[in-house]
């Protein structure tokens, strides 16, 4: 059985919803990818309702949450999670070590008067992982590799690896002066690179509005500067920012396209059979 990749949720930073964004979407970020019988979900922004929902039509969920970081817009859509209040989920969630525990952190996020429920009073089993920078660890047929990366509040890279193929997501990131030598290394020959490419080079520098260096996002310029050294097979721009027409994120994929042949633009619905070619969702 081979690995593929669908998304659920591309943008950053606050849901968009509207005409403008009909085609890539609007929720943020979530992204499943299926390893043979292995489902590893990255991150749980507001695109994990729609998971759960089609999770749920499946029978008992067995699943595990690789966070890239805590920040709202990749943790907000876990209280609308429907598994999460069936017995018989199994949730796994694991993230990068952040100076507060995991748990206590999701469970703010549901505590009153934010949320009406919980996160100790929800059916479903949770379970916990807090992982450290270039730990390598194994769920069900995957071995996975964590990274730390750029951005304020820590952030951290996956490396999904099964059967010979490989998927690296690193969002919310930045390199500045150079391409960053631990994402580099991270994302060597990965047949699929999911990477944050939120602002416009000329967003970031400044020449547009106020500099966005140090904010802990990237362009896609830096994007294909990290497929080309790290000799990735396929780019996948991701984390689009929130007043990004469709319009204007086909520009993107254009722009990067020229440079990097193999690129697309995230887009909901998209589904990538790993190291072959890729396909829309009807």
Same mark, same amino acid.
């Given at each position: 059985?081979? !690995? ?12 968009? =919803? ?28 507001? @695109? ?11 029978? $008992? ?15 907000? @859509? ?31 996020? !549901?505590?009153? =008067?934010?949320? $009406? ?5 929800? =059916? ?24 730390? %990366? ?12 099964? @059967? ?5 997501? %690193? ?9 960053? $030598? ?8 990965? #047949? ?8 416009? =080079? ?7 509005? $106020?500099?966005?260096?140090?904010? @802990?996002?990237?362009?896609?310029? &830096? ?17 689009? #920012?929130?007043?990004?027409? #469709? ?33 829309? &969702?009807?």
């Amino acid at each position: 059985m081979g !690995m593929s990749v669908r998304f659920w949720g591309v943008r950053g930073s606050v849901p968009a =919803p509207g005409p403008d964004t009909v085609r890539v979407g609007g929720n943020t970020s979530c992204v499943e990818v299926l390893a043979g019988t292995t489902r590893l979900v990255l991150d749980a922004g507001t @695109g994990l309702r729609g998971l759960g929902a089609e999770l749920q039509r499946k029978g $008992p969920v067995d699943t595990t949450v690789l966070l890239s970081h805590v920040h709202w817009d990749h943790i907000q @859509g876990l209280p609308f999670f429907t598994p999460l209040y069936l017995p018989g989920t199994r949730l796994h969630l694991v993230s990068g070590a952040n100076g507060s525990p995991l748990r206590d952190v999701l469970r703010r996020q !549901m505590g009153a =008067p934010v949320f $009406p429920v919980g996160l100790d009073e929800v =059916p479903a089993s949770l379970s916990f992982l807090e992982v450290k920078d270039r730990q390598r660890f194994v769920i069900g047929e995957c071995e996975v590799t964590a990274a730390r %990366a750029n951005h304020p509040d820590a952030v951290y890279a996956y490396r999904i690896e099964q @059967g010979g193929r490989s998927v690296v997501y %690193a969002t919310d990131t930045e390199h500045y002066a150079c391409v960053d $030598p631990r994402l580099r290394a991270l994302a060597r020959k990965a #047949d699929v690179l999911i990477y944050d490419a939120q602002y416009l =080079p000329e967003e970031y520098n400044g020449a547009r509005g $106020p500099g966005r260096v140090g904010w @802990g996002h990237s362009t896609w310029e &830096a994007a294909v500067a990290l497929a080309r050294e790290a000799d990735v097979g396929q780019l996948v721009l991701f984390h689009h #920012d929130p007043t990004r027409s #469709d319009q204007a994120v086909a520009q993107v994929e254009d722009s990067a396209r020229a440079l990097f042949a193999d690129t697309l633009a995230a887009t909901e619905g998209l589904t990538l059979a790993v190291g072959a070619a890729a396909s829309r &969702a009807a």
